[in-house]
């Protein structure tokens, strides 16, 4: 069932007070002093506290009730078909189910796994065309799904990349997906979309469908596509001096999946901010896949590598949103001014060992999520797919 489904969509003025923890997405200032947000038509236009924030004649009032606000979860790395099922694991209601992980946000690696995909010039470009006139009019859950991502192919030259930008398509599915293999063709096309604003995200790793090839840190970075996607494989990764030689050799975005290695994901992590360059760091799940759909895979991805890695929490948050948002040049992802009111509140999970929510998080456990606001909207109340929350938000108007 769709979340949404008795949620009434009040926009207008909401005020989410009694906040305990606030992360802000931001690596610079990852928590913010604040107790209180007001937003309004569904845009943040304040933040502090409540004593001190204008926040009378309220459409919808939240109290976080002491608990944690983060910005909403942001998937890098997802392959979407149309509305919200997936043939390649013939499920329905995944992009629903992964609201209640505390994603608010996708962004199409690549409509792949369409029966028939068209790999002429003229169908390709009408997918991607018809992919994001779709998920821009249809939001499933009220999820924001950027797709549209069309998948490189022999004989593609600049003014298709023009007519894409055109028509609103803003990135390029997985290089080396298609016929498009060699970095040196694809450096071609990449350097085209680029011209006309358009994103690109090249697969890194082993072959992961039929007709994939093995993409190399040479051809990566003879590319030099925007984001190195899941430079811990999706499924399998390169070697660990291939993976050091692309957090070295550019300063490309780096996409750890959920999907991919996990050894070689906390390596790229830990290379990456070794180099003082967390920024560049982004998380998605790479689904659904062989491996299948994960509603809680980037929850699962912040606290493995917070876990395993050694990272602060809040640190990590940050590569799930703000980081994302600025690499893909989206208004959300970040508690700011301005920028889109879309918040996940959560709590530690019940039982868990953990003192505070960084705790837990800190020691392996996922968090309770007790809402999930999009756009200024309610779009989830207590998640079913995360543990209970020890303290849940209350909707007082």
């Known amino acids: 069932?769709?979340?949404?489904?008795?949620?009434?969509?009040?926009?207008?003025?909401?005020?989410?007070?009694?906040?305990?923890?606030?992360?802000?997405?931001?690596?610079?200032q990852p928590i913010l002093e604040a107790d209180t947000i007001v937003a309004v038509d569904g845009m943040i236009v304040e933040i502090g506290r409540y004593k001190d924030l204008d926040t009378g004649n309220a459409d919808r009032i939240v109290n976080a009730n002491?608990?944690?606000?983060?910005?909403?979860?942001?998937?890098?790395?997802?392959?979407?078909?149309?509305?919200?099922?997936?043939?390649?694991?013939?499920?329905?209601?995944?992009?629903?189910?992964?609201?209640?992980?505390?994603?608010?946000?996708?962004?199409?690696?690549?409509?792949?796994?369409?029966?028939?995909?068209?790999?002429?010039?003229?169908?390709?470009?009408?997918?991607?065309?018809?992919?994001?006139?779709?998920?821009?009019?249809?939001?499933?859950?009220?999820?924001?799904?950027?797709?549209?991502?069309?998948?490189?192919?022999?004989?593609?030259?600049?003014?298709?990349f023009k007519e894409l930008a055109d028509a609103g398509v803003k990135s390029i599915g997985e290089v080396g997906l298609g016929s498009v293999k060699t970095g040196e063709e694809a450096k071609k096309m990449v350097a085209w979309a680029r011209k006309y604003g358009i994103k690109s995200t090249i697969h890194t790793g082993g072959p992961s469908i039929p007709g994939s090839n093995l993409i190399d840190a040479d051809v990566v970075l003879e590319a030099d596509a925007d984001v190195i996607g899941h430079i811990n494989g999706g499924h399998t990764a390169l070697p660990i001096d291939q993976i050091r030689c692309l957090c070295e050799s550019c300063s490309r975005a780096v996409e750890i999946v959920h999907n991919g290695n996990e050894i070689a994901g906390l390596y790229a992590m830990r290379t990456t901010m070794e180099l003082e360059q967390a920024e560049r760091i982004s998380l998605g799940t790479d689904a659904p896949a062989g491996s299948g759909v994960q509603p809680l895979g980037i929850l699962r991805l912040i606290s493995m590598l917070s876990s395993m890695g050694n990272v602060a929490p809040e640190i990590v948050f940050c590569f799930a949103t703000g980081n994302t948002a600025r690499i893909r040049d989206l208004n959300c992802g970040l508690i700011e001014i301005g920028r889109t009111a879309d918040f996940v509140i959560m709590d530690r999970a019940q039982h868990t060992a953990g003192d505070t929510l960084l705790e837990s998080i800190a020691l392996g456990d996922l968090p309770g999520i007790s809402m999930v606001i999009i756009d200024g909207v309610i779009r989830c109340r207590r998640s079913r797919n995360t543990p209970p929350a020890e303290t849940l938000a209350s909707l007082e108007l």
Do not use: Y
């Open 66 to 160: 002491g608990t944690c606000v983060s910005p909403g979860l942001i998937d890098s790395h997802m392959h979407p078909v149309f509305g919200d099922w997936t043939p390649r694991q013939n499920q329905t209601g995944w992009i629903d189910s992964c609201l209640n992980g505390g994603v608010t946000t996708m962004i199409s690696a690549g409509e792949v796994h369409l029966p028939g995909r068209p790999k002429d010039i003229v169908g390709l470009k009408a997918l991607a065309v018809t992919a994001q006139r779709a998920f821009s009019l249809h939001k499933p859950g009220g999820v924001k799904v950027h797709a549209g991502a069309p998948i490189l192919e022999h004989g593609m030259e600049e003014h298709d």
């Open 1 to 28: 069932m769709d979340s949404s489904q008795g949620q009434e969509e009040i926009k207008g003025k909401l005020v989410i007070k009694g906040i305990g923890l606030l992360l802000s997405g931001d690596l610079a």
